[in-house]
């Protein structure tokens, strides 16, 4: 065989190894924190406010300051995903730390799964008695320079927390993904022809700008906002959310102000659904 083939078929059989080898978020890692971790990281008050139900929440990160805390005496500015702010830039101007960064094993999360292997429980067995989980339990949540200390105080506060944890494989697949650089690969919900038609006709009731239509849309908005809406016909999975669109436009309560024009659009939910956030 001629050199130059014999190095084609080489470098051609270490390319296919190597796509072979490459994580993807979705086909592969998303999965691993839906089965794992979404029951306490999906919502709007998740635990550090880590949302791990989208690669979107991944990348926003995490933050110290508590969503819901009756103790203040002022509103705090809200931080909800794919609604107050878009992009990474934008989530760390609001004080969201990468979870991220770093790579590999330096990495925040690498981290705290790494802490979870060291401690593991046993299946199917009562929790020690000196892990807290109750609802009076203050979370922690340690940045980069912080974690050592943490880990030292807190030997079982490792992730996923208060589970059984994950398999070898998931393990080795999320260490795979870290060392990659955590690539998260975007792919936005495409509405069926049967969604688009029906999505088409209720915008356009929606926006009608006559006075008694603009009435009805506010009021179906108001009652609406934080519903799941499916369509008769669509793709199984496939929800909706109706939000009112100007960019951007984000306003604490759904009967604020919204400052000017805007129009009403159905927009596809993004992240996994659970139960507690699942309005249907």
């Not at 995490?62 to 992009?87: I, M, S």
Request: aromatic share 8%; with cysteine; hydrophobic share 40%.
């Amino acid at each position: 065989m001629p050199l130059r083939l014999f190095l084609f078929v080489l470098l051609a059989l270490v390319a296919a190894v190597v796509r072979a080898e490459e994580i993807s978020y979705r086909r592969d890692v998303q999965p691993i924190f839906t089965a794992k971790c979404v029951a306490c990281h999906a919502c709007y008050d998740s635990p550090c406010q880590l949302n791990l139900g989208s690669g979107e929440g991944v990348q926003r990160g995490a933050h110290k300051r508590p969503v819901y805390n009756g103790l203040r005496t002022e509103a705090e500015e809200p931080t909800r995903l794919f609604l107050d702010a878009e992009g990474e830039a934008a989530w760390r101007r609001k004080g969201f730390q990468s979870v991220l960064e770093g790579g590999g094993q330096a990495a925040l999360l690498a981290r705290m799964l790494e802490l979870g292997r060291s401690q593991p429980l046993a299946h199917n067995a009562r929790l020690p008695e000196d892990l807290e989980i109750g609802i009076g339990r203050q979370n922690s949540c340690p940045l980069p320079g912080e974690f050592e200390a943490f880990a030292r105080d807190n030997p079982r506060a490792g992730m996923p927390f208060a589970v059984t944890g994950l398999t070898d494989d998931e393990y080795a697949t999320l260490k795979q993904w870290l060392a990659q650089g955590a690539p998260v690969d975007a792919a936005p919900l495409e509405p069926s022809s049967a969604e688009a038609a029906q999505i088409a006709d209720w915008e356009r009731l929606l926006n009608a700008q006559d006075k008694r239509s603009r009435l009805v849309a506010r009021w179906l908005y108001e009652h609406l906002f934080l519903a799941h809406l499916h369509f008769e016909g669509g793709a199984p999975g496939h929800f909706f959310q109706l939000v009112r669109s100007r960019t951007p436009i984000a306003t604490r309560r759904p009967d604020d102000d919204p400052g000017g024009d805007f129009h009403y659009r159905l927009r596809p939910i993004r992240d996994v659904i659970v139960h507690k956030t699942h309005i249907t």
